[in-house]
């Protein structure tokens, strides 16, 4: 029998923690088909180990299992299970450097603030490794994304619980800045051939400064640059702030300071700076000799603080008070701990914070552990606008019904690193007052900026192939749904009139006929797709890299209480798969519970429903029917497994990760005893669903005895694997009965 393989990434926290569990038991229920899974990987521990093996030894270093996957996506058999992991921020990065170098890893520690050429190089090391590193490497397609059909159908029959009423009297909103951002300055163009460009300042005195040597174009490829004035960013942040102090709101500041790793930690540090500009400007001195960086967030100025003798630590700590108490209230991200919204950069990722603000009816915790109105600040208007239109929707037709409201699956442009805005190598600080321009290699000025020092200024490319690719996914979505697709682009923003040009001339490649396809500005869409929603009528968003990512969580957690539970699938361009499990934004609150209580949450769901189109894949691109087999039976177990409310339990001593696991495992062996295709098969998997059901009471036993303690696994980001292991699978008589498989 040929061998396909699955390549299951490991990763980090607490979906790195349930694929101890699970693993072993899709191995075990897939040795017979013909189908081996494998690990690679690419969790922020594995990264920097793999981008620094020169001092470890050889028991220590490993393989670049990111890069070897970067190269299998470009294959045509590669099947990839990708499970969520960390895009770190520098705080992240900082916290995994530490906890290697005290496990003996001889790893150089992370520069804020080159100091020469040496460091700048292991600055420019460290950039594979920040943000979202993952993903530009392995998304080699565009992606489909939607709840499975069963999710939809419990989810409805069963609706979550989270959704909040919208008060009557809501003044919440959405701030954004009307001049001097991204969207307003951006400029764009098609190319026409390729070409190589160069990134440079041009100063006001007339010298020039090299940012970037060489950036290839391809011919058909986009290219934009688009600037942000921080003058008039931190005007509108002091502007948002008095507005909320004098309405009596909370202040909340929404980025992405993961995925865009250079831009949006800049821009979260300029609001940082104004809210505690006091403190600031009168210990200037001192916190500059502290080594302070408010890119990383209030929290970098707390932890500082712990060196100064303690007069001068309190007297700052006393100013910092008197800031809480002159300006406005800030939004809280952990209120019993006094984890305020600008605490770091990474506890605000839009794209989970804002579903859970309009969840929550348009409503933030304050410190004193209420709920509040809000003014919820995203500071670029490319798409803070459509979190506008849901706010101003909910407060004239309140909160959503998750048991009838329609869904919107999404087709995302994000193949070879499209639109990888604010991210990567050509984002800038503009040094001084001048221009940052693109110039050709013969000289010609292709775009060009003006700028003041201090400013954003961002360069991206996004691919023709993607762009055609993307176009046919969605008409292949539209047709096999049934339902309108919406390209969701603004023909008043440059890049997006580029984008439009593209999407009209492919889609005249295409048979449309009988299909809804349509272009819309965001906020339109926006306005049509709630509509459809609350008639419960489902739309297909097809959308640019950064809205994927946006409305691929928004609605989900509005209509099934997590974005979690998603379908992925990306078609890579060259015909493999690979297969996204959900999002892990709540990982880092499900390891903490774990490690105090011995209690994991984490809801392994999106791993089972994406191993059921894994299974398809493999199918169709090798006729092994046993693979079909294994995407039925598994489907129908997962059918059974909500049926039955086997998602793990927020509660310490009720069912967790580990019990969902075993459930999951009995109703598949049942199901592939069921089955009437493979006879030898189904006696095979009789036994262990025998098995299986006469010893729930001891295995249940067995893993709710593990509750209820501290546990060590000997790390957060690189954790033991023996310990994790242990620990995962602490039910004797489960493992024996899978290890007999």
């Not at 150089?108 to 100091?115: A, F, W």
């Not at 176009?471 to 049934?482: F, I, Q, T």
């Not at 909500?642 to 967790?656: A, I």
């Given at each position: 029998m040929t061998t396909q393989k699955i390549i299951y990434t490991e990763v980090d926290e607490a979906p790195a923690l349930a694929t101890h569990s699970l693993l072993p038991i899709l191995q075990a229920y897939t040795s017979w088909s013909g189908v081996t899974i494998e690990k690679k990987d690419i969790s922020l521990a594995g990264r920097i180990i793999a981008n620094f093996p020169e001092k470890l030894n050889p028991e220590q270093r490993q393989p670049d299992d990111l890069g070897e996957l970067g190269q299998l996506c470009l294959q045509p058999d590669t099947n990839i299970i990708k499970l969520p992991n960390i895009s770190a921020s520098i705080p992240q990065l900082k916290g995994a450097i530490r906890e290697l170098q005290e496990q003996g890893y001889d790893i150089?520690?992370?520069?804020?603030?080159?100091?020469n050429d040496t460091e700048k190089k292991l600055q420019e090391r460290y950039a594979k490794v920040l943000g979202s590193a993952v993903?530009?490497?392995?998304?080699?397609?565009?992606?489909?994304?939607?709840?499975?059909?069963?999710?939809?159908?419990?989810?409805?029959?069963?609706?979550?619980?989270?959704?909040?009423?919208?008060?009557?009297?809501?003044?919440?909103?959405?701030?954004?800045?009307?001049?001097?951002?991204?969207?307003?300055?951006?400029?764009?163009?098609?190319?026409?051939?390729?070409?190589?460009?160069?990134?440079?300042?041009v100063g006001e005195d007339g010298k020039i400064q090299i940012l970037k040597k060489e950036m290839p174009l391809l011919a058909?490829?986009?290219?934009?640059?688009?600037?942000?004035?921080?003058?008039?960013?931190?005007?509108?942040?002091?502007?948002?702030?008095?507005?909320?102090?004098k309405e009596g709101l909370l202040f909340s500041l929404h980025l992405k300071a993961t995925m865009m790793k250079i831009s949006d930690p800049i821009m979260f540090g300029h609001c940082v700076s104004v809210y505690y500009e006091d403190v600031l400007t009168r210990h200037a001195a001192v916190l500059k000799k502290l080594g302070i960086n408010v890119n990383n967030g209030f929290a970098d100025i707390e932890v500082r603080l712990e060196k100064l003798p303690e007069a001068q630590k309190d007297a700052i700590e006393t100013d910092i008070k008197a800031c809480y108490g002159n300006n406005c209230r800030l939004a809280m991200v952990d209120s019993r701990h006094g984890i305020t919204n600008l605490h770091v950069p990474n506890n605000i990722i839009i794209d989970a914070s804002m579903p859970v603000f309009i969840r929550d009816g348009g409503r933030m915790w304050g410190a004193d552990d209420e709920l509040h109105d809000t003014i919820a600040a995203i500071p670029d208007r490319s798409y803070a606008t459509i979190y506008q239109k849901v706010v101003e929707d909910c407060q004239t037709n309140g909160a959503f019904d998750p048991a009838t409201m329609g869904s919107v699956a999404n087709v995302g442009l994000m193949a070879q690193k499209a639109e990888e805005y604010g991210s990567h190598d050509k984002t800038f600080v503009a040094p001084g007052q001048?221009?940052?321009?693109?110039?050709?290699?013969?000289?010609?000025?292709?775009?060009?900026?003006?700028?003041?020092?201090?400013?954003?200024?961002?360069?991206?490319?996004?691919?023709?192939?993607?762009?055609?690719?993307?176009?046919?996914?969605?008409?292949?979505?539209?047709?096999?749904?049934?339902?309108?697709?919406?390209?969701?682009?603004?023909?008043?923003?440059?890049?997006?009139?580029?984008?439009?040009?593209?999407?009209?001339?492919?889609?005249?490649?295409?048979?449309?006929?009988?299909?809804?396809?349509?272009?819309?500005?965001?906020?339109?869409?926006?306005d049509f797709s709630l509509e459809r929603i609350r008639r419960g009528e489902d739309t297909i968003s097809v959308t640019g890299n950064v809205l994927r990512d946006y409305l691929t969580d928004l609605f989900p957690i509005l209509e099934i209480g997590t974005s979690a539970k998603m379908l992925s699938i990306v078609p890579l361009m060259n015909g493999g798969g690979l297969f996204e499990t959900g999002a892990g934004g709540s990982a880092p609150k499900h390891v903490e519970q774990f490690l105090r209580e011995g209690h994991l949450r984490w809801d392994s769901l999106g791993e089972f429903c994406a191993l059921v189109p894994s299974f398809e894949h493999i199918h169709k691109i090798s006729g092994n029917d046993k693979a079909r087999l294994l995407?039925?039976?598994?489907?129908?177990?997962?059918?059974?497994?909500?049926?039955?409310?086997?998602?793990?339990?927020?509660?310490?001593?009720?069912?967790?990760?580990?019990?969902?696991?075993?459930?999951?495992?009995l109703y598949w062996a049942e199901s592939l005893a069921a089955q009437t295709e493979d006879e030898a098969l189904g006696k095979r998997f009789a036994k262990v669903a025998k098995d299986l059901l006469d010893k729930e009471e001891t295995i249940i036993n067995e893993l709710q005895d593990a509750q209820g303690k501290t546990m060590d696994i000997g790390g957060y980001f690189h954790p033991d694997k023996a310990k994790t292991a242990a620990a995962m699978r602490p039910s004797p008589t489960l493992n024996a009965i899978i290890h007999a498989i």
């Open positions: 150089p520690d992370y520069p804020d603030e080159p100091l993903n530009p490497v392995l998304r080699e397609g565009n992606s489909d994304r939607r709840a499975p059909a069963a999710v939809k159908r419990f989810g409805q029959k069963n609706p979550h619980r989270l959704m909040k009423p919208w008060p009557q009297d809501s003044k919440s909103r959405v701030a954004y800045m009307n001049d001097g951002d991204f969207y307003g300055s951006e400029k764009s163009m098609t190319m026409d051939q390729h070409c190589r460009v160069r990134i440079e300042f058909g490829e986009v290219v934009d640059t688009a600037v942000m004035n921080v003058a008039k960013l931190t005007s509108f942040f002091a502007a948002q702030m008095a507005a909320a102090k001048g221009s940052i321009r693109l110039v050709s290699e013969e000289g010609v000025i292709l775009l060009e900026q003006t700028v003041e020092e201090g400013d954003i200024f961002r360069s991206c490319q996004t691919k023709d192939a993607p762009v055609k690719d993307w176009v046919k996914l969605a008409v292949s979505r539209a047709r096999e749904a049934g339902t309108p697709a919406i390209f969701w682009l603004d023909e008043n923003r440059a890049h997006d009139r580029e984008l439009i040009t593209k999407v009209k001339r492919y889609l005249s490649d295409h048979d449309t006929k009988g299909l809804d396809i349509r272009i819309m500005n965001p906020v339109a869409a926006m995407a039925l039976t598994l489907d129908q177990a997962i059918g059974k497994f909500l049926e039955k409310g086997k998602s793990p339990s927020r509660k310490v001593g009720e069912l967790d990760t580990r019990g969902s696991h075993y459930y999951l495992a």
